[in-house]
């Protein structure tokens, strides 16, 4: 079965004239997590389509016409020292790279793939990308929420500060948001927290797809309360976020017999900025905090903002 990942862009030389971007790479390999960890490589750079099945090499080279073929030497069926002889013997495909991955080196090994016209053998890539898995994993261990999957406030004090720098350097307008769950204890409290945390995770995802941009982020900031940073916001595009946020959540409809609204809803504050070097985040977020309180007190499902503070 072929299955295909995202367009990227990748460090290697392609002989080719297209562009970078609309080269394929097709990726064979009979172990899953070893297809997967070369598609997240390659895939900065180039279009992936991986196959498992070393009989339909190919066939898929006729289907795609790769522009580079990434291979594991060993694999049942058909080792990719034989599938590289059958595409030596074919016109359409004699010139096509092959990368050949092994983890083991052995000279003989090596002699084998230049004699089948490999373009090179890469050693301990496994290794490789198995510590990559193992960073990754760290990276999600440290930065994101076990329960929402957002990021946590650690991100919050090593992260944030690299994207409020380049606001700062670009003169840009930054837009702080923060979100409150209403009633939350009174939900906790009625429905039991494994039902709590159900909801917490259902409205971090609602907020989460709410906005549009790669570079909004999201932080769960504490409880049921959300920090959202919006670089290059103005006013204008942080109260259209703030008034999707909130209507996005009441139209969840997630029943919550102790609001007054019958349904779980959020308060949200805001603040828009146009930071300098003298600037500090906290102070910015305790404006969007403060503006949260006045939502909360105005009587909750709303929001409540501030626009073109100095902080």
Known sequence: ???????????????????????????????????????????????????????????????????????????????????CKQL????????????????????????????????????RVKHLLQSKLRLDLLTELTFKDSLTGLYNRHYLFTEIPTIFKQVVREQQFLSVIMVDIDRFKRYNDFYGHVKGDECLHEVAQTLLEALQRPQDCIIRYGGEEFLIFLPDTTAEGCLHVAQTLVQAVRDQKIPHEKSEHGVVTISVGYVVTKPTKESRIEHIVSEADLSLFEAKESGRCQLRGHANLAL
Do not use: H
């Open 1 to 83: 079965m072929f299955t295909e990942s995202a367009y990227s862009t990748l460090q290697f030389p392609l002989y080719t004239g297209k562009n970078i971007a609309d080269c394929v790479a097709l990726i064979v390999d009979d172990d899953e997590a070893s297809r997967l960890l070369l598609s997240s490589i390659l895939s900065d750079t180039l279009r992936c389509i991986c196959i498992s099945n070393s009989i339909e090499v190919v066939a898929a080279v006729d289907n795609f016409k790769p522009d580079i073929i990434v291979m594991d030497i060993n694999m049942p069926g058909q080792s990719g020292i034989d599938i």
């Open 88 to 123: 030596q013997s074919k016109k359409a495909t004699a010139n096509c790279p092959v990368l050949f991955v092994s983890s083991a080196n052995k000279s003989e090994e090596q002699d084998r793939c230049w004699q089948v016209g490999a373009s090179t053998l890469t050693y």
